[in-house]
Structure formats: C-alpha cells, structure tokens
C-alpha cells in the first residue's frame, strides 16, 4: 500500500487545498473554521478545499459528496472526526480496505490498503447542498485524480456522488441511483451505496451490512482488474 507517495497526485492535492475558485463555499468554509462548534473550540479548523487520501495505487474510489462542516472542514481528511467517519471506516476495516475501524484526525494511524477517499466536491457547502456552478467548477479534480490512479472502481455515496459519476462519464440518459445500483460502460464501474450519513444510519436505511456488501463488491470487482 502507497500512501502519498505518487507525485503527481501530490501536486493534484497542492492545487485542490489552494483553490479559491466558488467564492460562496470559500465564504463559508472559512467562516465555519472561525466560528467552530462548542465541542471543537479549542482546535484549530483545516477551513480549505480537501483533497483525496488513501493508497495511490488504489483501483477503488470511494466518492462522498463534499466535506462536513464540522468533520472533514475541520480535520483536512474526507470522513475523519464524525459519525459518518465512524460508519464508513468500520465497514472499511471489516472488509480489508482500512488497516484500523476508526477515523478521527490526521496522524491517527489511519492507512488504506487498495481504496482512495474523494469527494464530488472539496469545500464544505451550505447545508450540504452545493449548486451545479459549484460542482461543475470542482468536477475537473476529480476527473484528473480518477485517471492518475486509472480508478477501476467508483463506490458513490449517495444519489449527488453517483450523479457527479455519471457527469465525468458523459453518460445520458442516467441510470438511476439507488442502493446496489451498478453502472459499467467505459471507464470505471460505478456502485451506488447510500450515504453514511446519520440521517441514513440513525434511522437504519444504511445498516452496517449493506454498506460492506457493496464494500465487498467493489474489492472482488478491483481484484479481477489486477
Ligand atoms: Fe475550488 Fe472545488 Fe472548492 Fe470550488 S469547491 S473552491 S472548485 S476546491
């Protein structure tokens, strides 16, 4: 497993965490970082775009929709520091993707084995809702991280990752989103899971086995690419 050791995509981060490009999301990311919820008051937020993580020779991406406010804005990695963080990374470790079941900030010890985690979008929006401006100005990082690390598989979190997907693949119609969807024409395969998000866990739409079962999926998937 490489983490953070392909140059190029070393040089995709450097210009992702510089980007100043939606004003609106910089607004805003900076804005939280200031303001900071009580229970983080005492650190110091990350506050920029956030870029990609995991093993640079990865063929599976798992694909969020943007940083949380309060999670990724805060810690500078994707799904580290919250619930989300908490559900997806278990499922990780359970199915051989994550060396450990948690994820709570960089240095943790955290490392990938085989997977990359990125996101549709890099700063955190509003309500979790950027606009199509939004996600069209941010899409090129991920195309450009998509073809450095010849992704072979896409797990898309939730119908806007699943959708942005689609977009890179300029593929119309659109096959609907749902859980278990699958979509393969060129490029990477697509897997539809829905988010972890604790709107989804809470209320039991994302059990714990459902998200390893696509999990699985995209390991026996990425294993026949070898
Ligand atoms: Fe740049 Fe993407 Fe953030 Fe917009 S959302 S400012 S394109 S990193």
Known sequence: MNQDTSPRLTELNAEITGCRACPRLVEWRERVAREKRAAFRGEEYWGRPVPGFGDTSAKVVVLGLAPAAHGANRTGR?????????????SMYRTGFASQPT?????DGLKLRGAWISAAVRCAPPANKPTPAERDACLGFLRRELELLEAGVVVCLGAFAWDAALRLLRVRPKPKFGHGATFE????????????????TFTGVLKPEMLDEVLRAAHDKAGRLR
């Open 103 to 107: 994820s709570t900030h960089i240095g």
């Open 185 to 200: 024409l060129e490029g990477p395969m697509l897997l539809g899971c829905y988010h972890p998000s604790q709107q989804n």
């Open 78 to 90: 994707f799904f580290t520091g919250d619930r989300s963080a908490d559900f997806l990374v278990a």
